[in-house]
């Protein structure tokens, strides 16, 4: 008999799936330690019989134990100070960048230890910053600026700024492993990546149904993780696209807000497996998928938000995501522990 690996993280999904052959665990078996990982093999072991409905009835319950002993993901430890809305955030070393939306152009320099606010920067020429990221290699930030169409290249953490053209609105950014930057360029669905001095390495338009992608980053085979789907469309995803643009596989579909569903999905960041981070804008939350763009569970939930998340950043050892939270006239980050 075979067995399929899945989280029931409320005891809802484990209704929902009764009479299935499946068997229970959390996000967590990856982070435990030896010595728990063998408990929860002893106490998995002595339920795994032919008989089905046991099977299912009583090794969910043991998952439930187990995962409430061995996990505690999406604790709040912080929340920073109500501002301007905000537009992008990132982290470089000990220090926090929040870029506010703001016709200045601001930027808030936190240290993440004790989450003070240090400085103010500024992005000179900057119009309509729409997201922001760091590379720790070229020790830079890169703010995408919809309103020049141009990418502006900060030094960090001085202010040195350079501005490099990208040619259509750009949305989002990241860095990729190669240190190269991709900007989403959501109104032509087109992927471009850029070197750090602004040099046009590759252009990837996306498959007709990817419609509004939002953010885009590098997964694990140097193929791109996009999220898309806008307020006004149908279908709202996370999607594996390879260098042709087309979808290998995708979480999602139509718009909703049960476990396979979102609602706008803006933002993305994943941690060193690979396991992606998701802000869920409309239905205010973040989800966690599998590296294979399979549901695991919801990190931060409506009530511990109180607001809409638009941008995710992980710390450099991936244990802290920094969630960029709106509202109608402000916005603050919110610091949770995963």
């Not at 016709?103 to 606010?117: C, F, H, M, N, W």
């Not at 760091?134 to 960090?156: E, F, Q, T, W």
Request: charged fraction near 20%; charge should be positive; glycine fraction near 6%.
């Amino acid at each position: 008999m075979n067995y399929t690996i899945r989280l029931f993280s409320r005891k809802s999904e484990i209704n929902s799936v009764k009479g299935d052959r499946v068997a229970g665990v959390s996000y967590a078996l990856y982070r435990m330690s030896i010595f728990q990982l063998c408990l929860f093999l002893m106490l998995s072991s002595s339920f795994i019989e032919s008989n089905s409905q046991r099977l299912n009835r009583l090794f969910c319950i043991s998952i439930v134990s187990v995962c409430v002993m061995c996990v505690a993901v999406g604790r709040v430890i912080q929340k920073l100070p109500d501002g301007e809305r905000i537009a992008g955030v990132t982290s470089l070393d000990n220090l926090l960048y929040v870029l506010r939306s703001t016709p200045a152009g601001q930027i808030e320099v936190y240290d993440t230890k004790s989450y003070r606010l240090q400085r103010h920067l500024s992005v000179p020429g900057l119009r309509t910053g729409r997201d922001m990221t760091a590379c720790s290699r070229n020790r830079c930030a890169y703010i995408s600026d919809g309103g020049n169409k141009c990418v502006h290249r900060l030094a960090l953490p001085g202010a040195d700024a350079k501005t490099w053209p990208v040619g259509d609105i750009p949305y989002c950014v990241s860095v990729t492993d190669k240190h190269s930057v991709l900007v989403t360029c959501d109104r032509v669905r087109k992927i471009k990546e850029f070197s750090t001095d602004g040099k046009l390495l590759n252009e990837v338009s996306v498959a007709q149904d990817v419609v509004s992608p939002g953010h885009t980053i590098q997964s694990f085979s140097d193929e791109f993780i996009v999220c898309h789907g806008g307020d006004y469309n149908a279908v709202h995803r996370v999607c594996l696209v390879d260098y042709d643009g087309q979808v290998v596989k995708a979480f999602g579909g139509s718009k909703g807000s049960d476990s396979q569903q979102m609602n706008h999905p803006v933002h993305l960041a994943f941690d060193k497996n690979k396991f992606v981070f998701v802000a869920d804008y409309n239905n205010h939350r973040v989800l966690l998928l599998s590296p294979a763009m399979d549901y695991v569970h919801e990190v931060v939930a409506r009530d511990k938000l109180n607001g809409l998340p638009t941008r995710l950043c992980l710390n450099a050892d991936k244990t802290c995501l920094y969630i960029a939270v709106n509202n109608v006239m402000s916005g603050r980050v919110v610091v949770v522990k995963v």
